[in-house]
């Protein structure tokens, strides 16, 4: 259980016929024409949606979208989100285009209970991102409560996702944030064990405070993706060309000294001249990469050791995809990962997925819904993993 208040705590008349202002993770893609590509993030928020519903409350919506320079820009508008979540949540969902004006706050109160509104996105404003106390204050004139569901978002602290929570009460979590917290939080506080992390991706000096947080904690930390040649660099071997960070070699023999024991790298790995020449690539022993080529995923081997590990533990956290899984066959590893770890859910293990690429990864091998729970927050997961505090959350009514 999360020690914030979520809107399961809320006495009905908490919720009927009240304004809910809703901070959801609605920062998706569209294509040219303004169709929302991927609603992963769409569907995650829509068990806070209609449970708030169903409560009678009146929903109203806010989110950012990309990165506009705080200033309205078209390419940015939730407009096409709207049409979306009508779609999903077979029913009309108002959008109106203003944030924090007064158009904005009688389009709130012209709601009735159990309708729906989507306002527009929150970094059109300047004082979003700077956490601007005179727009938190507006905002909190769209609502009655405050619910956050952005995970994806937790960790800045901004207007819509901190600011806001000081002048709005109650200010509880959505189902989604609960469920993110919930997963995570207990991987870090009580795992099932053995309890195996699994780091990937492309550089070491992203992910190195995760590192330094998880080895303490878990029972063996598996290492692949372009992360492994920094450490094989720290151990002397020739990296040829793959990507290393030579700034970060020092880190990695420091680590290896003081954790080699729960540190496992990859024993082999999938080399090639470049990564447009994939019919060239082949599989070398860890010491054998060639000084003109370069590692793009971890070998057979290391994907047979891994699925090994992954079988025995009773709790899997993996983040970082293990090569570079954009490009075929350097997705071998990845897949190969996301297998197991698809069958380790169904022996009854714990799988939790972290990181946008690695979640893109599962989603795109079809294994999302075979996994314990997948991450809707790349970045967010990580800081909750190196042990900060998210503003987003903090700034939430504890539970009483
Ligand atoms: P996540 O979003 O899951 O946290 P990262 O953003 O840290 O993952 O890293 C993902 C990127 O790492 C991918 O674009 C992938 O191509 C790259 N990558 C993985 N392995 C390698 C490698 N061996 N060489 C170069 N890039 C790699
Ligand atoms: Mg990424």
């Known amino acids: ?79 096409p989100v709207a049409k979306r979540l009508a779609e999903l949540t077979k029913q009309p969902v108002r959008f109106v285009p203003a944030l924090d004006s007064d158009e904005a706050v009688a389009a709130t109160q012209a709601l009735r209970a159990g309708e729906i509104l989507l306002l527009e996105n929150t970094r059109f404003n300047a004082g979003e991102e700077k956490n601007d106390d005179a727009l938190a204050k507006s905002l909190a004139r769209l609502g009655d409560l405050y619910v956050n569901d952005a ?115 990859p024993h082999d790995a999938v080399v090639a001249p470049a990564l447009d020449q994939p019919a060239a690539a082949h599989a070398v022993k860890r010491d054998g990469i060639p000084p003109n080529e370069a590692m793009f995923d971890i070998g057979p081997e290391t994907v047979q050791s891994y699925a090994r590990a992954i079988a025995a533990a009773k709790t899997i956290l993996w983040n970082g995809p293990m090569g570079v899984f954009e490009t075929p066959p350097f997705d071998a590893g990845t897949t190969a990962v996301a297998r197991a770890m698809a069958e380790a859910t169904a022996n009854g293990a714990t799988t939790i997925v972290g990181g946008g690429d690695s979640a893109a990864a599962v989603t795109d091998a079809g294994l999302e819904t075979r996994m314990s729970h997948v991450s809707t927050g790349g970045g967010a997961s990580l800081e909750f993993l190196e042990g900060k505090p998210l503003p987003g959350v903090e700034a939430l009514e504890d539970r009483r």
């Open 151 to 265: 995970f994806g978002a937790a960790h800045r602290a901004h207007a819509s996702t901190e600011g806001v929570a000081k002048h709005l009460k109650p200010a509880v979590a959505g189902l989604l944030m609960e469920r993110e917290l919930e997963y995570l939080g207990a991987a870090l506080s009580d795992p099932k064990r053995p309890f195996i992390a699994i780091l990937g991706g492309a550089k070491i000096s992203g992910k190195i405070d995760v590192i330094e947080a998880l080895l303490p904690k878990v029972d063996g930390l598996l290492v692949g993706g372009a992360m492994a040649n920094t450490f094989y660099k720290a151990m002397g071997l020739e990296t040829g060309k793959s990507l290393v960070e030579p700034d970060r070699v020092e880190l990695a023999k420091s680590l290896l000294d003081r954790a080699a024991y729960r540190l496992t790298l």
């Open 1 to 79: 259980m999360i020690s914030k208040r979520t809107i399961r705590d809320l006495g009905d008349p908490e919720v009927r016929g009240k304004r809910a202002l809703v901070r959801v993770d609605f920062n998706v893609p569209l294509d040219e024409s303004g169709t929302v590509t991927d609603d992963t993030r769409i569907r995650a928020a829509l068990p806070t949606i209609d449970a708030l519903v169903a409560k009678g409350a009146r929903v109203v919506l806010v989110s950012h979208l990309g990165r506009p320079k705080a200033k309205p820009e078209a390419k940015f508008s939730l407009a």
